[in-house]
Nanobody, 125 residues
Framework: QVQLVESGGQLVQAGDSLRLSCAASGRTFRSYAMGWFRQAPGKERQFVAAITSSGGSTRYADSVKGRFTISTDNAKNTVYLQMNSLKPEDTAVYYC??????????????????WGQGTQVTVSS
C-alpha cells in the first residue's frame, strides 16, 4: 500500500509556471511507477505524464509535451510535475497515481492502483 498526497495547485494566469508535488508514504517509493492525470469539469480523467520508479524513463501526453516535466526525488518520496507556459485549457483537478508495475508508463488510469485526493489548478486567461 502507498498513500499519496498532492499539493501545489492554485490559481495562476496564462503563461505562468507552477510545480505540483505528490508525497508518498507507506511502501517503499521505489517500488512504484508514478503518473499524473487531470480531470476538468464534465470531462474524463486524462493522462498527463508518467515516470518509472528509477526516474530513467518518462512519457507525456501530446498536449503537455515540451511544457510539463515529471520528476522524482526518491530521498523525499516525492514526485513532481513542473508546469510551464500554462494555458486556460490546463485547468483541472490534478491527480497523482502509483502503479506497482514499476516499469510501466501507462496512459490508462485503470493501470494505476493508488490515487491521491487531487489538487486544483486554475489557469485564467
Amino acid at each position: 500500500q502507498v498513500q499519496l498526497v498532492e499539493s501545489g495547485g492554485q490559481l495562476v494566469q496564462a503563461g505562468d509556471s507552477l510545480r505540483l508535488s505528490c508525497a508518498a508514504s507507506g511502501r517503499t517509493f521505489r517500488s512504484y511507477a508514478m503518473g499524473w492525470f487531470r480531470q476538468a469539469p464534465g470531462k474524463e480523467r486524462q493522462f498527463v505524464a508518467a515516470i518509472t520508479s528509477s526516474g530513467g524513463s518518462t512519457r507525456y501526453a501530446d498536449s503537455v509535451k515540451g511544457r510539463f516535466t515529471i520528476s522524482t526525488d526518491n530521498a523525499k518520496n516525492t514526485v513532481y510535475l513542473q508546469m510551464n507556459s500554462l494555458k486556460p485549457e490546463d485547468t483541472a483537478v490534478y491527480y497523482c497515481a502509483a502503479t506497482s508495475v514499476w516499469a510501466l508508463l501507462s496512459p490508462v488510469s485503470g493501470d494505476y492502483q493508488f490515487w491521491g485526493q487531487g489538487t486544483q489548478v486554475t489557469v485564467s486567461s
